[in-house]
Nanobody, 123 residues
Framework: QVQLVESGGGLVQAGGSLRLSCAAS????????MAWFRQAPGREREFVAG????????YYADSVKGRFTISRDNAKNTVYLQMNSLKPEDAAVYYC????????????????WGQGTQVTVSS
């Protein structure tokens, strides 16, 4: 059974940084894509960043390019999201997702989800 467990959320001032982690277990993830989505109150879940496990190709939403970096640690089966220059509009619950989807940005394509971690950005 695939499990994704996020951690690293919290409260940060605008302009600050946070690093989110997603610990994955339950299978090997060769061929999978791992992604981060976020959802703010009253808004739809939106794609943030993704990485294809094999090869490490990364892809980003335009709103976070140049500020956020997704990476993975094969040995730890963990995906990270380094978030720099945070803005109040980045505040949301951040979710880790996994699926055999290529560079998909649509949440419905992903089969597995974590429980989410809250990111709050104060202005």
């Amino acid at each position: 059974q695939v499990q994704l467990v996020e951690s690293g959320g919290g409260l940060v001032q605008a302009g600050g940084s946070l690093r989110l982690s997603c610990a994955a277990s339950g299978r090997t993830f060769t061929g999978y894509s791992m992604a981060w989505f976020r959802q703010a109150p009253g808004r739809e879940r939106e794609f943030v960043a993704g990485i294809i496990w094999s090869g490490g190709h990364t892809y980003y939403a335009d709103s976070v390019k140049g500020r956020f970096t997704i990476s993975r640690d094969n040995a730890k089966n963990t995906v990270y999201l380094q978030m720099n220059s945070l803005k109040p509009e980045d505040a949301a619950v951040y979710y880790c997702a996994a699926g055999v989807v290529g560079a998909a940005m649509y949440p419905g394509r992903y089969a597995y989800w974590g429980q989410g971690t809250q990111v709050t950005v104060s202005s």
